[in-house]
């Protein structure tokens, strides 16, 4: 009908509707920002934030499975250095049952004691080697290899070294006997051996325990500052 507007006529009425789709537009964006806690939600609203967004938000996932990895280590390394502290521990006690039996002066009963005492305490140390064991592996038994730990998203790998102490702790102890003052002697010089031996694995571990601790350390203070 002459001198009536439509929408499509009308000036002022097209103008609010644009106005009012890009308020709606706006609003859209900011619901979806609330939401996802994301300026940027996909590559329409801004195609190369969000391609490095992308990119980082992959990194951050890298640096988490790294994580994991690390913590696995972290729980070999820490379950083999508890076992070998224990060992430790025991070779102390060992070691003050072997000086006992170099005393000339037992009898034969007490020397047969000391002897039963010696063969117990060294199975003990068989026992804890046996049970160091985190996840299916065993750092300390016979045959141990080292464990390689991813460390960071580039490929680089920790090592945390295995320590035959079957070999080398265990098996050099069973031989020996506390029968008499000359065999206690001969035992002694064995137990000092091998308290050398162990007191070195503990080192090795240590050092491998705390890489892994400072690794650990290292990517969370990288991911935080990522995130933000």
């Given amino acids: 009908m002459a001198g ?17 789709n890009m308020t709606n537009d ?8 609330v939401s996802t806690g994301l300026k940027v939600i996909g590559a329409k609203d801004n195609a ?12 951050l996932k890298s640096i988490a499975a790294v994580q994991q990895g690390l913590a696995n280590g972290r729980g070999v390394a ?3 250095l508890a076992g070998a502290t224990s060992i430790s521990n025991m070779l102390i006690e060992i070691r003050a049952k072997v000086m006992e039996g170099m005393n000339p002066g037992n009898s034969t009963e007490q020397q047969a004691i000391l002897n039963a005492d010696y063969s117990e ?26 464990v390689n730990v991813i ?8 090592t945390v070294r295995a320590q035959d102490f079957e070999s ?5 102890l069973n031989v020996q006997t506390l029968a008499s003052v000359t065999a206690a002697s001969a035992a002694m010089t064995q137990v000092n051996t091998v308290l050398t031996t162990v007191n070195t694995a503990l080192g090795a571990l240590g050092a491998d325990a705390r890489k892994l601790d400072f690794q650990d350390t290292f990517l969370t203070t990288i991911s935080d500052a990522v995130e933000e």
Avoid at 126 to 132: D, R, V
């Fill in 4 to 20: 009536q507007n439509s929408i499509n006529t009308n000036v002022g009425a097209m103008v609010a509707l644009r106005n009012l």
């Fill in 26 to 33: 706006s609003l859209a964006k900011t619901q979806d920002r």
């Fill in 48 to 59: 190369s934030t969000f391609a490095i967004a992308q990119g980082i938000r992959g990194n």
């Fill in 78 to 80: 820490s379950v083999a």
């Fill in 121 to 146: 305490l060294v199975g003990q140390v068989l026992t804890f080697i046996q049970n160091a064991e985190y996840n299916g592996r065993n750092m300390l038994n016979s045959g141990a290899t080292n």
């Fill in 151 to 158: 460390s960071d998203i580039d490929g680089g790998a920790l």
């Fill in 168 to 172: 080398t702790v265990y098996s050099q």
